[in-house]
């Protein structure tokens, strides 16, 4: 009677070892970190104006916290060990947020406001990871942006390119880092002329 009961304790102790739910976790995560950030404590003022920035649609290819890498035209990889913390999407348009906040002085609002009158900003992330053949990690963004007033809306597109030598877990978190605050910044110039 009393084997009977702890079987199942037994077997689930002896298969707790076995059983996995989720993938195994690097060393570390990934992030972005601003070139230039937003000062702590600063108040701002919409003077010059608002900007909405939208989360960047990207493809399936960079949609996962994977780090790829374009082997050719048709085949990817990623990157062993390699991890972003959370969805490369959410991050690029955070750092953008930062850029234009510190290059241009103009507010950012996650969501557009009821009658907010301000510029917005959408896009696609085309690129971001590496490029095996050229040894470079690529941040490519084709940017949408209706400035103030309902002008029409302007199409653009930024790309950096940073080398990154080799191509591993420790190379190509700074190497991508590196290109996506280029772009961000050319992005908050483009939004700020």
């Known amino acids: 009677m ?4 702890l079987a199942p304790v037994l077997l689930a102790l002896t298969l707790g070892g076995c059983l996995s739910f989720g993938g195994k976790v690097p060393p570390s995560l990934l992030t972005l970190t601003p070139t230039q ?9 919409a003077t010059s104006g608002t900007v909405t920035i939208a989360t960047p649609a990207v493809p399936q290819e960079i949609s996962t916290l ?12 990623y990157v062993k060990d390699a991890q972003w913390i959370e969805p490369p999407s959410r991050l690029f348009a955070r750092l953008v947020s930062d850029a234009v906040t510190t290059r241009t002085g103009r507010v950012v609002i996650a969501t557009r406001l009821m009658g907010e009158p301000g510029a917005s900003l959408a896009g696609d992330l085309r690129s971001f990871g590496v490029d095996a053949a050229t ?8 940017a949408l942006l209706q400035r103030d007033g309902g002008k029409p809306v302007e199409k653009r597109r930024f790309e950096a390119r940073v080398p990154v030598s080799p191509i591993d877990a420790t190379t190509v978190g700074p190497a991508i880092n590196q290109a996506a605050n280029q772009v961000a910044s050319d992005v908050a110039d483009w939004i700020g002329r």
């Not at 950030?37 to 003022?45: D, E, K, L």
């Not at 994977?66 to 990889?77: Q, W």
């Not at 040894?135 to 084709?142: C, G, K, L, P, R």
């Open 66 to 77: 994977r780090v790829p890498v374009r082997s050719t035209d048709t085949s990817v990889a």
């Open 37 to 45: 950030p937003v000062a702590v404590g600063q108040t701002q003022i």
């Open 135 to 142: 040894s470079s990690a690529v941040v490519t963004y084709d």
């Open 2 to 5: 009393k084997t009977t009961a």
